[in-house]
């Protein structure tokens, strides 16, 4: 049995041949120099130098045969490879866009895949199904965030951490999610990278979320307590970096009337 990589590798070399073409004619032409260039093309006004001219263009046409055995290959993966990743990446591949909705084919993925999670069916050796899972959730695109949540579910990971996943992969599209759902990352998902982008999006400084790391029992480093002392909006967040620090009550006093002073001439 293939282990999953190599055959994710091929349905890449299948990916791409997909596109193949025939090249029916090869560019040709020469080089001229020319002065008194002007148009987009030049960064400046005034151009003088060599510039390819094309006496004959490129020319291609569909190599269809590649094409189609591409095809005959991804769809063979599709219907018969042990791996439920397998079968995923070459769906997509051949949708054309990179999306696989969820349906009855979909389905029937993961119902066997429940059965080989409780050894109710026979695999391959070296099929690993906490690896076929692990790459469904990871490797789907953005857009199969049904997809991804059902592997995550049978992976055993909360909803909340699941989200926090989506979150990091939709980076761009932070408005696909609500606020409730990014406080919540922010205040429960496991992955302290997911907290951090949650707590961005919800505006709270970078002093802030290291304290209530602090206050989750986390720990900071140096730079990380002084960056709590400096920017924490809580006197007492700051207090509490100061002095895990080892600052002195009096520097830690002096500190905190400064930035009262400060905070009295900007109102």
């Known amino acids: 049995m293939e282990p999953l990589e190599i055959i994710l590798k091929k349905i890449e070399d299948l990916e791409r041949d ?4 025939i090249v029916v004619q090869e560019e040709s032409g020469h080089w001229e120099w020319r002065t008194d260039l002007k148009g987009p093309k030049y960064d400046e ?39 439920i990743a397998a079968r995923y990446e070459a769906r997509a591949t051949l949708s054309g866009w990179g999306y696989v909705r969820i349906d009855d084919e979909v389905d ?21 199904v906490e690896e076929d ?21 049978l992976l055993g990971i909360d909803e909340v951490d699941i989200l ?15 606020r409730e759902q990014i406080n919540m990352i922010y205040k429960s998902a496991k992955d302290v990278e997911h907290r951090r982008l949650a ?21 900071l480093n140096e730079d990380q307590q002084r960056e709590v002392y400096k920017f924490a ?3 007492q967040d700051r ?11 009096a520097r830690i006093w002096l500190h905190e009337k400064l930035l009262w002073v400060k905070q009295c001439l900007s109102e």
């Open 45 to 83: 006004d005034f151009y003088e130098g060599e510039v390819w001219i094309i006496d004959r263009p490129r020319i291609t046409e569909p190599d269809t045969q590649r094409r189609e055995t591409a095809k005959a290959e991804l769809q063979k993966i599709r219907e018969s490879s042990e791996w």
């Open 108 to 128: 029937l993925w993961f119902d066997e895949l429940r059965k080989r999670l409780t050894k109710n069916t026979t695999v391959g050796e070296g099929y690993n």
């Open 164 to 178: 926090g996943h989506e979150l990091s992969v939709y980076l761009g599209s932070s408005n696909l999610f609500t």
């Open 239 to 249: 207090i509490l970096a100061g002095n895990l620090l080892g600052y002195s009550k």
């Open 233 to 235: 909006t809580n006197a």
């Open 18 to 21: 997909l596109s193949a073409e």
């Open 199 to 219: 707590s961005r999006l919800l505006g709270i400084n970078s002093g802030d979320f290291l304290a209530y790391e602090l206050h989750r029992g986390e720990k």
């Open 133 to 153: 899972l692990r790459t469904l959730y990871e490797n789907t695109t953005p857009a199969n965030h049904k997809l991804r949540r059902k592997a995550g579910e």
